[in-house]
């Protein structure tokens, strides 16, 4: 019996050790991404990875938008706060709407864009680019 507790105590410990020690959310660096129809802005957003930072997605149009993410939030560790507000890897703007989803990004390219197929079509996404910190500083990494 005290083998088997054992044995379970080590095996749902293993996931929490796993993601690290709890990123200091408070510190993010802010990122602004503006949501029109038809495109982002920035186009391309350059982020360092282990870096808390705080995306605030702001619609700037008249009309209801999707934005649909879930490579980059799946590769991410996102503060359970923001996490609660994206759904399949996504999340809606309403007309005007601004949200602030805090991410601890992890390297790598990732596509963001519409969650609307014609739109995207249309040219309605946008790359994340996350570099170690060393490249994003304009620092030489040998």
């Known amino acids: 019996m005290r083998r088997l507790l054992a044995l379970l105590l ?10 690290g020690p709890e990123p200091e959310w408070r510190l993010a660096r802010e990122e ?3 949501v029109r129809v038809g495109r ?4 391309v957003l350059r982020l360092e990875s282990g870096q808390p930072t705080r ?8 009309v209801r938008l999707s934005i649909s993410a879930d490579p980059f939030f799946a590769a991410s560790r996102v503060h359970p706060r923001d996490a609660q507000g994206i759904h399949r890897g996504g999340f809606t703007l309403g007309p005007g709407e ?5 991410v601890v990004p992890y390297q790598g390219v990732y596509s963001i864009g519409s969650g609307s197929w014609f739109r995207r079509r249309l040219g309605m996404r946008a790359r994340v680019i996350v570099e170690s910190p060393q490249r994003t500083s304009g620092q030489r990494v040998d």
Request: hydrophobic content about 55%; aromatic content about 10%; glycine content about 0%.
């Open 32 to 34: 602004q991404v503006l």
């Open 10 to 19: 080590v095996l749902f410990a293993v996931p929490v050790a796993a993601q």
């Open 55 to 62: 995306l605030v997605f702001r619609n700037s149009s008249n």
């Open 98 to 102: 601004v949200r602030s989803i805090t």
């Open 40 to 43: 982002f802005e920035p186009a």
